[in-house]
């Protein structure tokens, strides 16, 4: 742990998620990424995140796994619900050494939320629910319980005396409209509230780059790196997802004029591919542009069957300038709902140029929008020609005052990674056609 | 491990999913539930996933920690690229106590395929490539080279020798169209595919229900133990989400007479509640309910924005009964291209049994379909009132030859948590419409 400035030092964390179904892949979790923007939020660097089954050994490793990367705290969400494979609470008491109790309050308290359940299912089992209140209202013995959101109560547990400087362990429940509202109540609480206060905060910037391969990125830092920047000052982790790179850059605040000359540097290289430095994507820059002009827009969409409308809507305050979209999968859906003619589809196919910019346009006149923009591409996995294989999408953009764009690209992949590239296609050529590079 | 039949034994493995970009939140892994799946299609049980950053020490105790679950194998996903954050190679060699060694021929091959690249990306400098070419084609002695897909290779290593029974471990590139190709390279071949030959297989099945709480479905399961099937011969998680409940249970092959046992007392306790008793959920219940009917589907999506429209498209094949949907955002929308009289959407306002109605009959007519669905809500976080408060979604369901069916729910949770559910609900009605519980 690194010191910081006043007293503070580089404070770390794991989370821990349990459930057999995220394990098993079926289930997409969402709570390690959000109690991971969490930690951050409050200057802890998280460590490391462990999905586990709901088994009882296999959970108590992972909770001294999560401690064996010298961290601060440790979250687990999930397994505290009522069935008997919900073991996180009394494998948490084990591990911090201390015994599992009854906290008769507590269990009042939980019982007044599930006779509202009762109402609802007027044919269900008292004695049942009075158990299980009973197993949600277990506490290790010194713990600080967090007060149910929905009906499982969670818990800030210490180590126990004697157990030296092991981590305070924050016990969520799974579902997320649970598990956030404990957590923001959580962080008023002690012990977990002076924890916190230690932390010592960090920067993070993001930068986001089209069109450029991975490689070329990997050769301009160690050039800018040669050239004097202490680039070892900073944390600088690149991905490269949907055709885009992210470069995430952390570093202490003193760093910050080490990270202005890489920002320079990678500027001056790069120009108009750097298209975001603050973190938005490309749906929030698009977002920003209409607001900008006071334009609304209108999606015509094939393959990628409502995602580019969905994508856009997701903000509140969409309504300010989504119109809405027409998902024509169907041929004669592109005919009849956007206007593309028959012909064009007949002479240049459905996957065109031309129908592109039929589509985009004809979003424009039947919603009533400013601007357009289509998809229309073969996601497979049949349906491919030599001359239009799977992958090939095209896109268009008709924005106010200007010539249609269209582009085209053949993209590698799964059915589903062909649209959600596509999705990105499709808003970065809106975006280039509202201010060309 | 437990003895199975013939010599097989109880297979388990880890996964260890690198990359800060997943560890902080801002991508959603889709390797480690993918990698799972295979494992299990294997009979090789997932004993953990471990996500961390590209932090030298982070991911050495992160291998260390997946062998601590006692396992067999364990497979590593990502941070094989050419930018120095991307360790794993180097790693996984000192982990498994192997010298990491340029590989000469791997490196010729690399080459061909970075050449492809050259000549997308003429103003590219030749020596930078040269030089990651060379970092990709490190390899740890003894260890057996996976071809790569893009320009990574990936490599099985299995432990040195003296150092005891350690995990095999399988290191796997991170982009999801690379990855996938080279795991089905990789079962052919020694020492993976001996390991596998040994895994005594399992089975597993799910039952997906609707329209019960969990406490409910526990007591159940206690019910049904305490009448003597012997559910401690079985593997049972259950899982709420979206308002469905998911039992998964998995067993060894010789105890299926008791999860038929257990099949039979579920069926007969929730009779039309349990909708999928085959993993399906409710959007392949209701592809194959329009496939059997032969009709085809239109949508009409305020609330959702095309997510009805594009999960009943994520499958191929969707052009046999998906016509289209209309993502109706704006009210003008409703009216000019769904056709919802203004007066009503003036009378009941947009969100409303009347409006979502006609939604759902715009939808079939506008779009040529047999059937349609609608979804109209309150996504929030603003726009709620007493009457309409914000998660009210109201949606409904037109199938031939019959009344059309409107319902509405009250959804808690985030704008995205709203949305998302609205799909689940939107669909579940459509199902009942079709056939009638």
Not at 345 to 352: D, F, L, P
Not at 407 to 422: D, F, Q, T
């Given at each position: 742990m690194a010191e910081g400035a006043q007293g503070t030092r580089r404070l770390r964390g794991a989370i821990v998620v349990t459930g057999s179904e995220v394990l098993a892949g079926?289930?997409?979790?969402?709570?390690?990424?959000?109690?991971?923007?969490?930690?951050?939020?409050?200057?802890?660097?998280?460590?490391?995140?462990?999905?586990?089954?709901?088994?009882?050994?296999?959970?108590?490793?992972?909770?001294?796994?999560?401690?064996d990367w010298g961290v601060d705290l440790v979250a687990t969400t999930g397994g505290l619900g009522p069935t008997a494979d919900d073991l996180t609470i009394e494998v948490v008491a084990e591990y911090a050494g201390r015994t599992l109790t009854l906290d008769p309050e507590l269990e009042s308290r939980v019982w007044a939320i599930v006779q509202k359940i009762l109402e609802r299912y007027p044919d269900i089992d008292v004695e049942?629910?009075?158990?299980?209140?009973?197993?949600?209202?277990?506490?290790?013995?010194?713990?600080?319980?967090?007060?149910?959101?929905?009906t499982a109560p969670g818990s800030l547990v210490p180590p126990a005396e004697g157990r030296g400087d092991g981590p305070l362990v924050i016990v969520l429940p799974g579902p997320p409209r649970e598990l956030q509202p404990m957590w923001r109540a959580a962080v008023?609480?002690?012990?977990?509230?002076?924890?916190?206060?230690?932390?010592?905060?960090?920067?993070?910037r993001m930068l986001r780059l089209i069109g450029l391969p991975e490689s070329d990125l990997a050769a301009a830092l160690e050039e800018i790196e040669g050239g004097g920047v202490a680039l070892d000052r900073l944390e600088i982790t690149t991905c490269m997802r949907s055709g885009e790179i992210e470069i995430v850059t952390r570093y202490e605040p003193g760093d910050a004029p080490v990270y202005d000359e890489l920002d320079a540097a990678i500027?001056?290289?790069?120009?108009?591919?750097?298209?975001?430095d603050d973190g938005a994507g490309v749906d929030e820059v698009v977002r920003r542009q209409l607001i900008e002009h006071g334009w609304t827009i209108g999606l015509a969409e094939s393959c990628t069957g409502g995602l580019v409308a969905s994508k856009l809507i997701e903000p509140a305050g969409a309504s300010a300038y989504v119109r809405g979209g027409i998902v024509a999968y169907d041929n004669e859906v592109k005919v009849s709902a956007l206007g593309v003619p028959a012909e064009l589809?007949?002479?240049?196919?459905?996957?065109?140029e031309a129908v592109a910019i039929a589509m985009a346009q004809g979003a424009v006149e039947r919603l009533g929008a400013n601007c357009g923009v289509s998809t229309t591409g073969v996601a497979g996995p049949d349906g491919g020609t030599d001359e239009k294989p799977v992958g090939l999408v095209w896109v268009a953009a008709v924005v106010p005052g200007r010539e249609p764009?269209?582009?085209?690209?053949?993209?590698?992949?799964?059915?589903?990674?062909?649209?959600?590239?596509?999705?990105?296609f499709a808003l970065h050529t809106l975006r280039t056609a509202v201010e060309p590079d």
């Open positions: 079926r289930v997409t979790d969402k709570n390690g990424p959000w109690v991971s923007q969490q930690f951050a939020a409050y200057g802890v660097e998280t460590a490391g995140i462990i999905q586990v089954g709901d088994r009882r050994d296999d959970l108590l490793k992972a909770l001294a796994q999560a401690s049942s629910l009075r158990a299980t209140t009973r197993k949600q209202a277990m506490q290790p013995l010194g713990a600080v319980p967090l007060e149910p959101v929905g008023g609480l002690e012990p977990l509230a002076g924890l916190l206060a230690q932390a010592a905060p960090f920067e993070e500027r001056e290289r790069y120009g108009a591919r750097l298209y975001s589809i007949e002479e240049h196919g459905a996957v065109s764009v269209a582009r085209s690209l053949i993209i590698p992949g799964s059915r589903n990674a062909i649209r959600e590239r596509a999705v990105t």
